[in-house]
Nanobody, 115 residues
Framework: QVQLVESGGGFVQVGGSLRLSCAVS????????VGWYRQAAGNQRELVAG???????NYIDSAKGRFTASRDNAKNTVYLQMSSLKPEDTAVYYC?????????WGQGTQVTVSS
């Protein structure tokens, strides 16, 4: 069974930075896409960044220029480097991996940006 374990969330002040990590139990190259979603209280889950296996990264508009998603295939780990954080970035962040029409999810990690 595929398992994804996230780490790196927490409290940060406006303008600060955090790096989220997601360890994947299978070879990350076996997935057609990996990346990050987030869900703020009362909102639907939204895609923050997706990394297709063929390369390139897709970002939600609000993350462009501030967030960088990456994958280390040797370590089967996915990262989300977040900088210039804003209060509206406050959410639970979920790592995902997708293959064969199936999404796999991490348990979520809380990111709280305090003003």
């Amino acid at each position: 069974q595929v398992q994804l374990v996230e780490s790196g969330g927490g409290f940060v002040q406006v303008g600060g930075s955090l790096r989220l990590s997601c360890a994947v139990s299978e070879r990350s190259l076996s997935f057609s896409s990996v990346g990050w979603y987030r869900q703020a209280a009362g909102n639907q889950r939204e895609l923050v960044a997706g990394i297709p296996s063929g390369g390139g990264t897709n970002y939600i508009d609000s993350a462009k220029g501030r967030f960088t998603a990456s994958r280390d295939n040797a370590k089967n780990t996915v990262y989300l480097q977040m900088s210039s954080l804003k209060p509206e970035d406050t959410a639970v962040y979920y790592c995902y991996a997708y293959k064969s029409r199936q999404y796999y999810w991490g348990q979520g990690t809380q990111v709280t940006v305090s003003s």
